[in-house]
């Protein structure tokens, strides 16, 4: 049995590891981001290097990867940015 603390906020995980394997959510799977804020910083990114790869956008930010489809999602859905195969 694994037990440790995860973040500052005092919260324990036990995992029960017979193989060594990792389980559960990774710390940083626990914090998530202002889709808001994030947003912007997305717009921003764009409107400063033109046309990017998800993958750039995603390294650019520090945040999980649904949280940048998010916020792309929600640029669309303005009709601020468009997504294209190139």
């Known amino acids: 049995m694994l037990r440790f ?3 500052s906020d005092g919260l324990t995980v036990e ?3 017979d193989e060594g394997v990792i389980k559960g959510a990774h710390y940083h799977l ?3 981001h202002d889709l808001d804020r994030l947003e912007k910083e997305v717009y921003e990114l ?3 290097r033109g046309p990017l790869p998800l993958s750039t956008i995603w390294r650019s930010c ?3 990867l649904w949280e940048v489809s998010a916020a792309l999602r929600r640029l669309k ?3 601020l940015v468009e997504e294209s195969s190139r």
């Open 30 to 32: 626990l914090e998530q």
């Open 77 to 79: 859905d303005k009709g």
């Open 62 to 64: 520090d945040c999980h």
């Open 15 to 17: 995992l029960q590891d």
């Open 5 to 7: 603390a995860v973040g």
């Open 46 to 48: 764009l409107k400063d």
